[in-house]
């Protein structure tokens, strides 16, 4: 038989795939990537990845690319102005004096801790904003399909 023609198999539910990804803005500007040499390792269909991700990564065969864009509500969501508010400096349990732009860690009600962002600052009050640094962005992502680890019980030749 000739076997130039054999399909390149694209990932299925269960298979480990190994992805590389640059994420940017509508600007150009990237704000996140995997590392050149450490592609990031997921299961599809497992639920950890964006499904949006799962849905473009099926499609793609080993070294092949694909952008796909998505929008706030897809990517971190849109900008919440409820997110923003005032906190009286004395219940941030801030190390040295903050400054604005500085990302700092506030306790949550039952003990998780969260990023914010200060916004503002004055002398009794700090104005912290919980929103993502990119919430209400649409994000462009350019994924690249390293490797396919076939799951351990595909029927695979």
Known sequence: PDNRYIRMRHPETGDTVFVHFIAR???GTVIEESDADKPVEAVLGAGTMNPAFDEAIREM???E??????PPESAYGKYNKRLVFK???????????PKEGDFVKVGLPGGKKAL????????????????HPH??????YT??????????????P
């Open 25 to 27: 803005l509508d600007d």
């Open 61 to 63: 065969a080993e070294g």
């Open 65 to 70: 690319s694909q952008t796909i864009t998505l």
């Open 87 to 97: 906190l009286k400096r004395k219940k941030l349990d801030l190390i040295g004096e």
């Open 116 to 131: 914010v962002s200060i916004l503002a600052i004055d002398e009794k009050k700090i104005t912290i904003d919980a929103n």
């Open 135 to 140: 919430a209400g962005e649409t994000i462009h």
């Open 143 to 156: 994924l690249t399909l390293d490797r396919i680890i076939p799951a351990p019980d595909s029927m695979e």
